[in-house]
């Protein structure tokens, strides 16, 4: 990591983690991230959906704008991050539907990126990775399969970009 790679911070309720952003190969989707956070959009935010052994996600933020489709060539790995979005990953008409969601890979998600257009991969955690694992494990004991809300919240008090 060079003094010139971007790194988020992110506190939450659970604990803190960083995130390192890829801005020489997601230029587009690292850097609106990256506004976002500068611009406090996420402080106050919560993680509002656990997939069991798949991925946590948060980040939605009013009004925030879409962000552009763009192929990194980086791929959905474990503890790397991504934008979500809505629709059809093998649609044209979906592919630009992003916003400020964004979501964390709990394990390898290699069928993510096997669509016509992937989920965007801009960055991975780099600390804190046990309190991604954390945020992960809050679903009914033993439901492997839950996708829905944590069983307890989990808000973003703050998010900064390190200097």
Same mark, same amino acid.
Request: charge should be neutral; avoid cysteine; hydrophobic fraction near 40%.
């Given at each position: 990591?060079?003094?010139?790679?971007?790194?988020?911070?992110?506190?939450?309720?659970?604990?803190?983690?960083?995130?390192?952003?890829?801005?020489?190969?997601?230029?587009?989707?690292?850097?609106?991230?990256?506004?976002?956070?500068?611009?406090?959009?996420?402080?106050?935010? =919560?993680?509002? @959906?656990?997939?069991?052994?798949? +991925?946590?996600? !948060?980040?939605? &933020?009013?009004?925030?704008?879409? *962000? #552009?489709?763009?192929?990194?060539?980086?791929?959905?790995?474990?503890?790397?991050?991504?934008?979500?979005?809505?629709?059809?990953?093998?649609d044209l008409a979906?592919?630009?539907?992003?916003?400020?969601?964004?979501?964390?890979?709990?394990?390898?998600?290699? =069928?993510?990126? @096997?669509y016509t257009f992937?989920? +965007?991969?801009? !960055?991975?955690? &780099?600390?804190?990775?046990?309190? *991604? #694992?954390?945020?992960?494990?809050?679903?009914?004991?033993?439901?492997?399969?839950?996708?829905?809300?944590?069983?307890?919240?989990?808000?973003?008090?703050?998010?900064?970009?390190?200097?």
């Amino acid at each position: 990591m060079s003094a010139e790679t971007p790194v988020a911070i992110f506190e939450t309720n659970r604990g803190a983690f960083q995130i390192e952003l890829d801005l020489a190969r997601a230029p587009r989707t690292a850097g609106e991230f990256v506004k976002r956070v500068t611009g406090g959009g996420y402080n106050g935010n =919560s993680f509002h @959906r656990v997939a069991a052994n798949f +991925v946590i996600q !948060g980040g939605a &933020i009013r009004a925030a704008g879409r *962000v #552009d489709w763009e192929k990194t060539g980086l791929k959905n790995a474990r503890y790397s991050i991504a934008m979500a979005r809505s629709g059809s990953a093998n649609d044209l008409a979906s592919k630009d539907t992003a916003t400020s969601q964004f979501f964390i890979n709990l394990r390898d998600n290699a =069928s993510l990126d @096997r669509y016509t257009f992937p989920y +965007v991969v801009f !960055g991975r955690v &780099i600390e804190g990775q046990s309190v *991604v #694992d954390a945020i992960g494990a809050l679903h009914p004991p033993g439901d492997s399969d839950y996708d829905g809300p944590p069983t307890s919240d989990v808000k973003i008090a703050r998010a900064t970009m390190r200097d």
